[in-house]
């Protein structure tokens, strides 16, 4: 665009902006006076962050279906492990499981769960249900932002369409929409949310102006402005699919030199004193972003007949890690002279990533389920694991204590309550003979010609 067209694009643009603003008396503005309230729709470990950041300025409603969460959240508790009570205080939230609820709401950003079925297809039923409970309090005015993962166009074709069917008011007319991917990093406490740079981006120019200036009262690391609604979806999808596809060919080249017994994480080491060398390396993809968002994409591309083959087969290769590891692990133990089916493992840790306490699609639990099938004995410690929860997900129960006489140790997950974990330590559990699988290879290297110790790593 040449530079008297984006100046005549800005004047129409601005125009359009405060023609809107004045007509819906500035809804940010009215937000920041507390004349507006601002709604959080499912309270997990993205919506509740953002519930209380909000609340810190805001009048806020926390709404979620799960009332024994919401009782927890009214007692300062966050159940999904990551706030702790005095993040609650002093702020102006209001948390409930009645959606009736949500008709005081001015703004409602949800933010509820968008995984995947058995058959890895997207189930959409969370989103539409909210959709569908937005859409019965929506008012003229209101501004409803999607903060879950969805593949492009999921807003437009599905969200928007119900939004309207339920409320009767048209989008851009009565009420607006915006879309702003959430990037938290569960367990990481240097990357909290507003140190994050945060993606908006509305159904119109004013949705967009509203929904920038509403979160950058909150974000700290600045704001990115998408073109539209798609390319915010986009761009959310195509972060955690880029890491997907990227561990995966880590995997496969530690499939490889797993074979041709050279060490992975060294031949990495190697590579990467170039300057363009990506830091990736091989391990276990679970959880619900990394594992389930490309199965968005793949979905979206089938409907309009497209395959997509590098997607595809890093999700098969990532997703066949846990069985895997557990072939490997057999066949290191048989040069020791002894069979999987007659060692007792230790694993250390079981959660989908290190110092959280979620279970959900975690592939180190999978990989303990093989191995429970396979050994003799297979101990599990999770210091941030639910003992009842693991055992309801993967029929598994954890073990309490580390005890001694292991043949294998599988460092599955390096929570930081593992950092003792060294030689000295694996001296005083072991068998005779021991092999260490260490995926992120935490442990130095064992020192010495010791034939009685096998050490390996992803
Ligand atoms: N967890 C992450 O690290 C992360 C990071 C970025 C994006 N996301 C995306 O954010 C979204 C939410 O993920 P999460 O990890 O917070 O999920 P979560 O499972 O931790 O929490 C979701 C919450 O929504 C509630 N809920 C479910 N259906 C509801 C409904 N119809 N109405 C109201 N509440 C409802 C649940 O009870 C639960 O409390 C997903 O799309 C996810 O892909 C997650």
Redesign the pocket.
């Known amino acids: 665009m040449n530079t008297q067209l984006a100046t005549l694009e800005n004047h129409r643009r601005d125009t359009i902006v405060s023609n809107l603003e004045s007509q819906h008396a500035n809804i940010y503005e009215k937000l920041v006076k507390k004349e507006a309230t601002i709604a959080l729709?499912?309270?997990?470990?993205?919506?509740l962050p953002i519930a209380l950041e909000f609340a810190k300025s805001f009048k806020v409603i926390g709404?979620?279906?799960?009332k024994s969460?919401v009782d927890l959240m009214n007692q300062g508790i966050d159940p999904?492990g990551e706030l702790a009570t005095k993040d609650f205080e002093d702020k102006d939230i209001f948390f409930t499981a009645t959606a009736e609820t949500l008709d005081k709401a001015d703004v409602i950003v949800v933010?509820?769960?968008?995984p995947v079925g058995e058959d890895k297809i997207p189930n959409l039923t969370?989103l539409t249900?909210?959709c569908q409970?937005v859409g019965v309090s929506l008012g003229k005015g209101n501004i409803v932002i999607f903060?879950?993962?969805v593949y492009p166009g999921c807003t437009e074709e599905i969200c928007i369409p119900i939004l309207e069917e339920v409320s009767g008011l048209r989008c851009n007319t009565d009420f607006w929409v915006g879309y702003s991917?959430?990037?938290?990093?569960?367990g990481d406490k240097v990357h909290t949310l507003t140190k994050i740079t945060k993606i908006v981006s509305g159904s119109d120019a004013y949705a967009e102006e509203e929904i920038f200036k509403i979160y950058d009262h909150i974000i700290e690391a600045g704001i990115h402005r998408a073109e539209s609604i798609k390319v915010a979806e986009a761009a959310k999808i195509v972060e955690n699919t880029q890491r997907d596809v990227n561990i995966a060919l880590m995997n496969e080249l530690s499939k490889l030199f797993g074979e041709l017994d050279i060490n992975t994480q060294e031949v990495l080491k190697a590579a990467g004193t170039k300057w363009n060398f990506l830091n990736f390396y091989p391990g276990l993809v679970g959880g619900?972003?990394i594992g389930?968002?490309p199965y968005y994409l793949i979905h979206k591309a089938g409907e309009i007949g497209m395959n997509l083959d590098v997607i595809h087969a890093s999700r098969t290769i990532n997703d066949d890690m846990p069985a895997l590891v557990v072939k490997q692990l057999a066949k290191v133990l048989a040069t020791q002279g002894k069979s999987l089916k007659n060692s007792k493992v230790l694993v250390l840790g079981t959660t989908f990533k290190e110092n959280v306490t979620d279970l959900r699609n975690s592939k180190a639990a999978e990989m303990c389920q093989i191995l429970n099938m396979e050994a003799k004995q297979v101990d599990i410690i999770d210091p941030h694991a639910d003992a009842t929860e693991f055992t309801n997900y993967y029929k598994l129960h954890l073990t309490e204590k580390i005890d001694s006489n292991y043949d294998a140790i599988v460092y599955a997950v390096n929570h930081k309550e593992f950092e003792h974990i060294n030689w000295e330590f694996i001296q005083t559990i072991r068998n005779e003979k021991i092999t260490v699988y260490d995926f992120k290879k935490l442990l130095d290297s064992p020192t010495g010609n010791n034939t009685n110790t096998k050490y390996i790593t992803l």
Not at 41 to 47: F, N, R
Not at 63 to 66: E, H, L, P, T, Y
Not at 111 to 114: H, I, K, R
């Open positions: 729709v499912g309270l997990g470990y993205v919506g709404f979620d279906i799960n969460r999904s933010a509820v769960p968008t969370p249900k909210a409970a903060e879950s993962t991917p959430e990037r938290i990093n569960p619900h972003c389930v968002d």
